[in-house]
């Protein structure tokens, strides 16, 4: 059962333009959502995050907004740039899981390629 | 600087063998996780550890082992049970409440042949 899904293999966007990477969760239990960015071969790095207490976290050019009725979250990267080409996941963790591992739950990814 | 130092980062083994990669963390972060991604799988979490001398088992954790002896160190042991070890591993590493993500390591391909 896949609890975090990011139905979207690949996204192809020009630069400049928006990319819109989408997510959506199952497990109500999950408070916290984090994005990652990873390059080939390479571990993922953090991008943004947002807790579910907000609907909107932004850091320069990326914004994550949450719905938690829809159980939807998306990432918005403006402009995009060329350099941002990489798979994205989606994760997610459940603080009042009672277990204290706060274990991050990830999505299959997407693969945005941004063209010049 | 501080970080996640995985080795090596290329992986050969012949089938039947046991491999260990190794994963060492100077963050002196508590819990550390090691996750396989496959191509069109995502991120999957094998095991992970809270503290020293415990672990515990994720969502793929047959055909592998762990060891947690010091808080530094966290080495997975890929055995002949796998049935399909051929894959990229990360480990992670994380300290602090919910509300932290993870450090991963530059992650190791394995390639059994």
């Known amino acids: 059962d896949q609890q975090v899904k990011q139905n979207s293999p690949s996204l192809s966007v020009q630069e400049g333009r928006i990319s819109i990477l989408n997510c959506d969760y199952t497990?109500?239990?999950?408070?916290?959502f984090l994005w990652y960015k990873k390059y080939p071969a390479e571990g993922p790095t953090f991008l943004i995050s947002?807790?579910?207490?907000?609907d909107k976290n932004e850091d320069g050019r990326f914004t994550v907004f949450l719905n938690k009725s829809a159980k939807h979250l998306s990432l918005h990267i403006v402009p995009s740039q060329p350099g941002d080409s990489a798979v994205y996941f989606c994760a997610a963790s459940a603080s009042r899981s009672g277990g204290s591992n706060y274990k991050l739950t990830f999505g299959k990814g997407t693969l945005l390629t941004v063209n010049p | 600087d501080g970080g996640i130092t995985q080795s090596p980062k290329y992986l050969f083994r012949k089938e039947g063998q046991n491999v260990t990669l190794s994963c060492e963390q100077n963050?002196?972060?508590?819990?550390m996780y090691w996750y396989r991604q496959d191509p069109g799988q995502g991120l999957r979490l094998i095991y992970y550890?809270?503290?020293?001398?415990?672990?515990q088992k994720g969502d793929i954790a047959e055909g592998y082992s762990v060891s947690r002896e010091k808080k530094e160190s966290f080495p997975l042991t890929v055995t002949s049970a796998q049935k399909n070890p051929t894959a990229f591993y990360l480990c992670?590493?994380?300290?602090?409440?919910?509300?932290?993500?993870?450090?991963f390591g530059s992650g190791t391909r394995l390639t059994v042949v």
């Open positions: 497990n109500s239990m999950f408070d916290y």
């Open positions: 992670a590493s994380r300290t602090g409440g919910p509300n932290y993500g993870y450090t």
């Open positions: 963050l002196n972060h508590d819990a």
């Open positions: 550890s809270q503290i020293v001398n415990d672990f």
């Open positions: 947002i807790s579910s207490i907000k």
